[in-house]
């Protein structure tokens, strides 16, 4: 049974005057502990790059970088097909970004977490999560990686002593093998189903699959999805069933 847990949820996916989730990130961001701040390839722009790194400062929550795909059109869950360094530049040049408006807030990095298509890359394709995990070690070996528990950067990670911080995704279905099912379109959830799946997961370390197998999931933090439908009525049935549960919501 966990007596505390991180919980996670990506920020600033709008692009000017564009938002995502009608605007919500002011309502979410009180309820997390860490949040993903998207950098400009899959969504994002400078300026709301720095807003949502203020309002985080506010809330005392914890901003890591989320980079994706160069996709805005398709909000960075097609997949694109590129060589493992090209797309590790584009990693790094997102977590430049970021950074440095970071540091102009008087703000560090807490964390990196991929977006989309293209975290779901790194999960399967070891040749770039190798890459990766090589380019990293470089600017930022101090800096977690937020990902899937038993994932291929998981595992690259962990071979190059970068830390991890592995997550479960209270949003997204879970397949027999413990790994999320990757959608595009994004479905509703009930917010107090959404709840019990974290109760159970925090409570027993399982998760029921798609076919309604009993999983096994090991976990530091919990993921919750600001662009989808009633994003913030889940995080406040989250919030509230964890309190009931005598858990503690922190950063990892």
Known sequence: MKTCIDLNADMGEGFGCWSIGQGIDASIMPLISSANIAAGFHAGDPTTMRQCLRRAAVHNVNVGVHPGFRDLVGFGRRHIEAAPDELVNDVLYQLGALRELAHGEGLVLHHLKLHGALFMH???DKPFAAALCEGLACVASDLPIYCLAGSALDLEAE???LPRVHEFYADRDYDDTGSIVFIRKIVPRDPMEVAEK?????REGRVISVTGTSVPVSF?????????????EILKAVRHRLNEEGVHVRAA
């Open 122 to 124: 790194a999960a399967k």
């Open 198 to 202: 974290v109760a159970l997961a925090c």
């Open 220 to 232: 530091d933090s919990i993921c919750i999805h600001s662009d989808t439908p009633g994003a913030l």
């Open 159 to 161: 071979q190059r002593c």
